[in-house]
C-alpha cells in the first residue's frame, strides 16, 4: 500500500541534507563575522577564520551545484 | 459525445488545450510562494526580481524532463480496457473544477496544492462521466498516493525546517552575532532559485500530461507516447508567464502572514523545502511542493518560539488543504453535468466560468496585493499573538543600515 521504507528515507535524507546546508553556511557566516571583527585588531586568527569561512561558502556552493545536478535529469540518467 | 461529428471533438479538443494552458497559468502563479515568499519577505530579494528568477527557472525547468509527465494519469482513474473510457469533455469539466478552485484559493491568499486541485477536479468529473460514481477511482492508490503524501509532506517539512532553524540559531547565537545573520539572506537566493527549478520541472508537466492524454483521448496521438514539443513549449511559457504574474495574495500569506520570517528563518525554511523535495523526488515518494513549501515556514516559524506561529493563518491553509480536492471535485462535476447537456452546455460550462473568472478578478481589485504591499499588513490577522512592533520588513531590511534583526534584537 503505502511504502512506509521510501518516506522514511526520504524524511531522514531531508533532514540530513538540510540541517547540512544550513550548519555549514551558519558555521560560514560565524567564522566569517567573527574574523572580520577580529581582524580590525590585525589578529592572525581573523585572517585564519575568514578564510575557513570562505572554504566553507565553497562546500555550500557545491552543495547547490548537487542540487542542481539532481533536479536536471540530463545529469544522471542520461 | 461518442454522437457528435469529428469538428465538434476538434472543437472540444482546442477548448481543453486553451483552458490546460489557462490551469497552467494559474499553477504558475500560485506556486511563485513555495519558493519566493521567504525571500521577498526577508529582503534577500526584490519582489520582481525574484518573480523574474522564478519565471526564468520555471521556463527552464519545464524543458528539462517529461518523466511526471507520461505518468500523469497515474492509474488513479481505471482507465483503458475494463476501466473507464476518459473523454475530452470529463477533462474539461476537470480543468474548469481545477481552475476554479485555484483561482476561488488564490483570491483568499490561500496556498493550496494545485495537483490536488487537478486530480479533484479529474476525479469529480470522471465519476460523474462515467456514471460510475467514485467506482470510478482505485481507493488504495488514492489513499497512497494523495491522502497520506498531504499529510506527511507538511509534517515532514515542519521538523526539518524546526531542526535546521534551531541549529542556524545555535550556531550564530551570541551578541556578536545578531547582525551577522542577514548574510543568510545571500544564501535564500540560491535556495529559493533551486526551488523554482524543481517546480518547473515537476508543475508543467502536469499541464503537458493532461493535454496529451486529451489528444490521445482524441485519437489525434497514439496511446502510450509523450508529449509532443510544441505541447511543452507552451506549458513551458504558461507556466511561466503565471509565475511572473505573481500570486502576491499567496506570497503575503506565506511570507508574512505564517510568521515573520528573518533571514535565518527563511534560509533555513528554504534550505528544508529544497532537500524534502529533492529527496521526494529522487527516492520515489512525492511530496507536494506548496504543502512542502508551507509546512517549512512552520516549521522555521516554530524554530524560534511556538507564540511566533500565527496559527489562525496555518489553521486557515490546513483547512484549504482538506478541502481543495472535495471542491474541485464538485465544481467539476457540476460543469461535467452540464457538459452533458451536449455543446449547449459545453457553450454554457465556458461562458459560466468566464464570467466567474471576471467576477473574482474584479473582486481581488478591491483589495489589491502587488510587489509594491506584498509585505505589508496582514489583513486577515485578527489575533495578534505575536506581540512586536509591525515594521515592513522589506523596508526596514534592504538598507544595510537598518538591519533586518529589528525582530531578532526585541526577541
Known amino acids: 500500500m503505502i511504502d512506509w521504507g521510501a518516506f522514511v528515507v526520504v524524511a531522514v535524507a531531508a533532514l540530513v541534507g538540510a540541517s547540512a546546508v544550513v550548519a555549514i553556511a551558519s558555521l560560514g557566516i560565524r567564522l566569517f563575522e567573527s574574523g572580520s571583527i577580529a581582524e580590525r585588531r590585525d589578529s592572525a586568527t581573523g585572517k585564519l577564520q575568514r578564510l575557513v569561512a570562505r572554504a566553507l561558502f565553497v562546500v555550500c556552493a557545491a552543495l547547490v551545484l548537487f542540487g542542481v545536478y539532481l533536479i536536471v535529469p540530463f545529469f544522471h540518467s542520461g | 459525445m461518442k454522437d457528435s461529428s469529428a469538428v465538434d471533438i476538434s472543437l472540444l479538443v482546442v477548448l481543453v488545450i486553451c483552458l490546460a494552458l489557462f490551469f497552467d497559468f494559474t499553477n504558475g502563479f500560485h ?33 528539462l524532463s517529461t518523466e511526471v509527465a507520461k505518468t500523469i494519469s497515474g492509474g488513479l482513474i481505471r482507465e483503458g480496457n475494463g476501466g473507464i473510457q476518459i473523454t475530452p469533455m470529463m477533462i474539461f469539466a476537470g480543468l474548469i473544477g481545477a481552475i476554479m478552485w485555484n483561482l476561488t484559493t488564490w483570491l483568499l491568499g490561500l496556498p493550496s496544492s494545485s495537483s490536488h486541485a487537478l486530480f479533484g477536479g479529474l476525479i469529480g468529473a470522471v465519476s460523474v462521466g462515467a456514471g460510475a460514481g ?82 490521445i483521448a482524441a485519437g489525434f ?83 524560534r518560539s511556538l507564540n511566533r506561529v500565527r496559527w489562525r493563518v496555518a489553521g486557515r491553509i490546513g483547512i484549504a488543504w482538506l478541502v481543495t480536492l472535495p471542491c474541485a471535485a464538485a465544481m467539476a462535476a457540476i460543469a461535467e453535468l452540464i457538459a452533458r447537456l451536449g455543446p449547449i452546455g459545453i457553450a454554457a460550462d465556458a461562458l459560466v466560468g468566464a464570467v466567474v473568472i471576471i467576477l473574482m478578478f474584479r473582486r481581488s481589485r478591491r483589495n489589491p496585493v502587488t510587489s509594491k504591499n506584498v509585505t505589508g499588513e496582514i489583513p486577515i490577522q485578527h489575533t495578534p499573538s505575536v506581540v512586536m512592533p509591525k515594521v515592513p520588513p522589506i523596508i526596514a531590511s534592504a538598507k544595510p543600515g537598518k538591519p533586518s534583526s529589528d525582530s531578532e534584537s526585541n526577541k
Request: proline share 4%; glycine share 10%; charged share 10%.
Open chain 2, 31 to 63: 506556486d511563485t510562494a513555495n519558493a519566493m515568499a521567504t525571500p521577498i519577505a526577508t529582503g534577500a530579494m526584490k519582489p520582481k526580481v525574484a518573480v523574474a528568477i522564478a519565471a526564468v527557472l520555471n521556463l527552464v525547468g519545464a524543458f
Open chain 2, 134 to 215: 467514485f467506482g470510478a477511482i482505485d481507493p488504495g492508490v488514492f489513499l497512497s498516493k494523495i491522502v497520506l503524501p498531504a499529510v506527511l509532506a507538511p509534517l515532514t517539512a515542519v521538523v526539518v525546517a524546526f531542526t535546521a532553524t534551531k541549529l542556524a540559531y545555535w550556531l550564530t547565537s551570541g551578541r556578536k552575532m545578531i547582525n551577522a545573520r542577514r548574510r543568510f539572506r545571500v544564501g535564500q537566493i540560491f535556495t529559493s532559485s533551486l526551488v523554482s527549478l524543481a517546480h518547473g520541472t515537476n508543475d508543467a508537466q502536469k499541464t503537458m500530461g493532461v493535454i496529451t492524454l486529451t489528444l
Open chain 2, 221 to 303: 496521438q497514439s496511446p502510450g507516447s509523450g508529449p509532443e514539443f510544441w505541447v511543452i513549449a507552451v506549458c513551458a511559457l504558461a507556466i511561466a508567464a503565471g509565475t511572473y504574474v505573481g500570486g502576491w495574495r499567496i506570497i503575503r500569506t506565506v511570507g508574512t502572514g505564517i510568521t515573520d520570517v528573518s533571514p535565518a528563518q527563511g534560509f533555513s525554511a528554504e534550505a528544508a523545502t529544497t532537500a524534502t523535495i529533492l529527496a521526494s523526488s529522487h527516492l520515489g515518494f512525492a511530496l507536494s511542493t506548496t504543502q512542502v513549501a508551507s509546512g517549512s515556514v512552520i516549521g522555521a516559524g516554530l524554530g
